[in-house]
């Protein structure tokens, strides 16, 4: 796997939105609901990933050669910068930036319809593909000229980005309790380092992005 791959979706696990609906559903002990809430999301930025790596690779823009990887990586360091300058400015990524209005608000929507549907829903709204999904499709085109190996990335770095439902999930069945705690903690900590992490995440990356891309070229 490639190193900007990883931190990019590391630096997705934490999402507002999705911690908000994992907390409700495990306050309300539905273990089932959570089943469906992460099958539904993974399934959903699984197959999105798929489609966009696949379409790409049918049309022969020959993943893998210098230069590909040199404009496709020039291309994502760029947005990445921006991105950076956007969050230092306080106008970027707002899905990822904590907002314990707009929390409470999600959270208090979702409780009202919990259902089996709106858990099934709420898996891949609140993980709509952002920068740094595209970024990092971007990144797993360019290096990856075998379509089984660009898939492969696809879903590590799915999987990676949902380390927190998944783990919610896995500890709702030892230990429900637990896993509250583990989110509630999560979501504070958030609170006080989001930005900051946002913010050396996205300036590495697109910089490393950026610099290699034009050794590429």
């Known amino acids: 796997m490639i190193p900007e791959i990883i931190l990019l979706a590391l ?4 999402r507002p939105t999705s911690l908000a609906a994992v907390y409700t559903l495990l306050s309300h002990g539905s273990r ?6 992460v ?3 993974l399934g959903f930025c699984i197959a999105f990933g798929v489609i966009v790596v696949g379409v790409f690779h049918g049309i022969h823009i020959e993943a893998g050669s210098d230069r590909t990887k040199g404009i ?7 947005v990445v910068l921006l991105l950076a300058i956007g969050v230092a400015t306080g106008r970027g990524a707002r899905e990822h930036r904590p907002d314990p209005d707009r929390q409470r608000q999600w959270r208090s929507g979702f409780e009202r319809r919990l259902s089996v549907r709106t858990a099934a829903i709420a898996g891949p709204l609140t993980h709509l593909p952002g920068i740094f999904y595209l970024v990092a499709l971007n990144v797993i085109v360019a290096h990856n000229p075998l379509l089984p190996g660009g ?14 439902p998944i783990i919610a999930l896995a500890l709702s ?3 429900p309790d637990a896993a509250k705690e583990m989110i509630e903690t999560v979501q504070q900590w958030s609170g006080r380092h989001g930005r900051g992490i946002l913010l050396t995440t996205s300036t590495l990356v697109g910089t490393a992005l950026l610099i290699r891309g034009l050794i590429y070229l």
């Open 151 to 164: 898939l492969l990335a696809v879903v590590i770095f799915d999987v990676i980005w949902f380390t927190l």
């Open 173 to 175: 069945i030892v230990r």
């Open 39 to 41: 099958a539904a999301g």
């Open 72 to 78: 496709l990586d020039v291309g994502g360091g760029v």
């Open 11 to 14: 630096a997705s696990t934490i």
């Open 32 to 37: 089932r609901l959570l089943w469906v809430y």
